[in-house]
């Protein structure tokens, strides 16, 4: 997930709350589809959360009306992760191409592709060993989009 350097000045109350919404609003395993768009909206509320977190008058950035690849880019402008950290930023970028494959076709054979390079990629990027116990139980899925949104959550707090 995070480096080591990211614990100082994160409180673990902050962790778990962000656990708490991601366990909340995940579906189970086997709803691939309900798990992209969802884990997709969690991690858009996090990026709004940094936007607005780091702006002098954050009210005038809804009036924009900003698409995710925007919110992407303006995001990692404003937070500067350290170098384990950056790969975050081409997961959050996978997922939204995996999302808009899905939401733009009404059958796609490819999404398991789109799936299958998300969270390869995420896995390949931790900088901790796999997780194989949580991957049975929750799907790589489901852990690679609770990697790259514990990680926006705890770079940005």
């Known amino acids: 997930m995070v480096s080591k350097s990211n614990w100082d000045g994160f409180e673990p109350k902050e962790f778990w709350e962000s656990f708490d919404v991601f366990a909340e609003h995940m579906p189970g395993k086997e709803q691939t589809e309900l798990c992209i ?15 607005k977190k780091r702006l002098a008058a954050p009210t005038y950035i809804a009036e924009a009306r900003l698409e ?8 990692r402008s404003l937070l500067v992760l350290n170098e384990e950290d950056r790969w ?3 997961g959050v970028r996978k997922l939204n191409e995996t999302r808009n494959r899905l939401a733009h076709r009404l059958v796609d054979s490819g999404i398991n592709d789109k799936v299958t390079d998300f969270t390869s990629f995420v896995e390949s990027s931790l900088a901790a060993p ?3 116990d949580q991957m049975q139980e ?4 489901t852990m690679s989009i609770f990697n790259v949104y514990v990680t926006l959550n705890w770079a940005s707090a």
């Open 68 to 75: 995710f690849s925007q919110k992407l880019a303006l995001a």
């Open 138 to 141: 929750f799907g790589e899925l």
């Open 37 to 51: 768009l969802k884990g997709h909206l969690l991690v858009e509320e996090t990026l709004n959360r940094i936007i």
């Open 130 to 132: 796999s997780q194989q």
């Open 88 to 90: 975050v930023w081409d």
